[in-house]
């Protein structure tokens, strides 16, 4: 029984106190970043991004989660780190279509 009660409680102060890392490639989106144009396809939509360590694409899936470069879905503390520059690229862009893409990607990102 006191083996039982230690496990559970290793596992929930585990739990508790894990933490969310930023993976670094999104850690290293700058503030330069562009828009650079975006996909659609049957399940997904995409965006291609610019910024200066090369182009990357974010994919908004069938479920709503977004993925980078289609490798890794991001986090919530990921999103935040983003969003500014979503938001910036959407209140810049002259192009309907691109802000409607734009907002579809914004959309999945507030949504919680």
Known sequence: MIKVLVLISLILSGALFATETINPRIMSISANVKFDGYF???DSSGIILDDSTGKFTLVLDSHNKIWFDDTFMISEKEKAQIKPHLIRMFETATNKKDKAVL?????SILEI
């Open 103 to 107: 907002a579809l990607f914004l959309k």
């Open 40 to 42: 659609l396809e049957a």
